[in-house]
């Protein structure tokens, strides 16, 4: 079993700055991708920023040049940097990792969740 727990969530400023940060712990024996997803109230839950076993990234045009998605491979842990933060960036962030097995499956987790409010 894979636990997922984010951090750094709260109440953020228009134009300001927050940081999430996920840890992955338990039985891990290759993370292949991890990402941010978003879910604001009555929309639908949707892809933030994920990144690749390689480093590879995606981002949401929504949020491109503006947030960076990171991952320390050793710690099994990813970052969002969001910047320029817009009040329609409120909404709760979900991490989430593909997991690989030694046998060659794969597996999804998710996070419980971090709240983002931006505003004045």
């Known amino acids: 079993q894979v636990q997922l727990v984010e951090s750094g969530g709260g109440l953020g400023q228009p134009g300001g700055s927050l940081t999430l940060s996920c840890a992955a712990s338990?039985?891990?024996?290759?993370?292949?991708?991890m990402g941010w997803y978003r879910q604001a109230p009555g929309k639908q839950r949707e892809l933030v920023a994920r990144?690749?076993?390689?480093?590879?990234?995606n981002y949401a045009d929504s949020v491109k040049g503006r947030f960076t998605i990171s991952r320390d491979n050793a710690k099994n842990t990813t970052s969002l940097q969001m910047n320029s933060l817009k009040p329609d960036d409120t909404a709760v962030y979900y991490c989430?990792?593909?997991?690989?097995?030694?046998?060659?499956?794969?597996?999804?987790?998710w996070g419980q969740g971090t709240q983002v409010t931006v505003s004045s």
């Open positions: 990144i690749r076993s390689g480093d590879s990234t």
């Open positions: 338990g039985s891990i024996f290759k993370i292949l991708e």
């Open positions: 989430n990792a593909i997991i690989g097995t030694i046998a060659g499956y794969t597996y999804l987790y």
